[in-house]
């Protein structure tokens, strides 16, 4: 059996290697211009609730939040609160962002909302 401390080590590790991609992402993209287009806006026609975070993402390379909050409001939103969730969770004293009842909320609560706003944004 793991020790606590390891298994905190490994989540960190993981999270970690998924924010490198994303960063590097974002950056081969700010420097080459291609990007990875939506599946379903290709597909169907139809906005995701996604569409928009790899322009959001360039906007705020450039340090321009107010273009990348409007390139999609929700995920520019719910990017900060899981920032601020994930300080706490690895570095922070407060026991109650450790609570696996919380963060399970706190992801159904996001995925719940960006679900509404995928459905919404398409109609305007």
């Given at each position: 059996?793991?020790?606590?401390?390891?298994?905190?080590?490994?989540?960190?590790?993981?999270?970690?290697?998924?924010?490198?991609?994303?960063?590097?992402?974002?950056?081969?993209?700010?420097?080459?211009g291609?990007?990875?287009p939506?599946?379903?806006?290709?597909?169907?026609?139809?906005?995701?609730?996604?569409?928009?975070?790899?322009?959001?993402?360039?906007?705020?390379?450039?340090?321009?939040?107010?273009?990348?909050?409007?390139?999609?409001?929700?995920?520019?939103?719910?990017?900060f609160?899981?920032?601020?969730?994930?300080?706490?969770?690895?570095w922070?004293?407060?026991?109650?962002?450790?609570n696996?009842?919380?963060?399970?909320?706190?992801?159904?609560?996001?995925?719940?909302?960006?679900?509404?706003?995928?459905?919404?944004?398409?109609?305007?």
């Amino acid at each position: 059996m793991r020790s606590p401390k390891a298994s905190v080590k490994k989540e960190k590790i993981i999270w970690l290697t998924v924010l490198g991609c994303l960063v590097s992402y974002v950056i081969f993209a700010a420097l080459t211009g291609i990007k990875i287009p939506c599946f379903y806006y290709t597909k169907f026609g139809v906005k995701c609730p996604g569409c928009g975070v790899t322009r959001m993402f360039l906007s705020m390379i450039h340090l321009d939040f107010y273009t990348a909050f409007w390139f999609n409001p929700i995920m520019f939103i719910l990017f900060f609160i899981w920032l601020f969730i994930a300080f706490f969770y690895f570095w922070g004293r407060f026991a109650f962002f450790k609570n696996p009842l919380f963060l399970k909320c706190s992801l159904i609560i996001s995925l719940v909302i960006a679900g509404i706003f995928g459905i919404v944004r398409n109609f305007y």
